[in-house]
């Protein structure tokens, strides 16, 4: 059925490579946001996409991080020379219709070796 | 900053045995408190969203609710099936961005029948 989807479910790198994850949002839904969940860590905020204004990059941990949407649709977030630490879920979300209610993905689970 | 804590970290309950999940929170102004239930491997599903210190919302064996100062949920009879871990996230109308939610560590439920 409809729903907030991402891909890869999971994603094994080693230390050192990029990754690229890509959130499929549902259609009509304007703000997009990006968490992280790391083991036994609450969500973490990472980057929030509204419209066509610029997006708010203030929970990026570092310059390592990155994400785009394009045409108001999919968002890929892209991790460069990834970390250990850098293994957590990532998760999107898309506000709904209610005032800041958030519709989750299942999210990707990213292990860096 | 804001501040979102919830208690207990973890709780167990006999199948019928009621209880209650507490999440204090401090934001400059709040504009929405939520709540969400996440089950093992997937991402949080969302459950309240409370607007005001006296509202109280219900589903099913579970009714939230507000003070200015921390929410409750209250889940009666709780059969296995509720098991999961209860989020909560506080929205700062001060803060810098619109939609971004601070969440607790949530609490993990576990029913036992």
């Known amino acids: 059925g409809a729903g907030v989807s991402q891909s890869p479910s999971n994603k094994v790198t080693e230390k050192g490579k990029d990754v690229e994850l890509r959130c499929d949002p549902i259609?009509?839904?304007?703000?997009l946001y990006w968490y992280r969940q790391s083991l036994g860590q609450g969500l973490e905020f990472l980057i929030y996409?509204?419209?066509?204004?610029?997006?708010?990059k203030s929970g990026l941990p570092s310059d390592r991080f990155s994400a785009e949407r394009t045409g108001g649709s999919v968002s890929t977030l892209t991790i460069q020379r990834t970390q250990q630490e850098d293994s957590a879920v990532y998760l999107c979300?898309?506000?709904?219709?209610?005032?800041?209610?958030?519709?989750f993905g299942p999210g990707t689970r990213l292990t860096v070796l | 900053e804001d501040q979102v804590t919830q208690s207990p970290e973890a709780l167990r309950l006999q199948e019928g045995e009621s209880s209650s999940l507490n999440c204090s929170y401090t934001v400059s102004g709040l504009r929405g408190l939520f709540w969400y239930r996440q089950d093992p491997g997937k991402g949080p599903e969302f459950l309240f969203t409370l607007y005001s210190a006296g509202e109280e919302k219900e589903k099913e064996r579970l009714k939230a609710t507000l003070t200015k100062k921390e929410s409750f949920l209250h889940i009666t009879a709780p059969k296995p099936e509720d098991s999961a871990t209860y989020l909560c996230?506080?929205?700062?109308?001060?803060?810098?961005?619109?939609?971004?939610?601070?969440f607790g560590q949530g609490t993990i439920l576990t029913v036992h029948p």
């Open positions: 259609s009509g839904h304007t703000a």
């Open positions: 979300a898309e506000e709904g219709q209610g005032w800041n209610e958030q519709f």
């Open positions: 996230a506080p929205g700062d109308a001060g803060g810098t961005s619109y939609g971004k939610l601070t």
């Open positions: 996409f509204q419209g066509n204004s610029a997006p708010d």
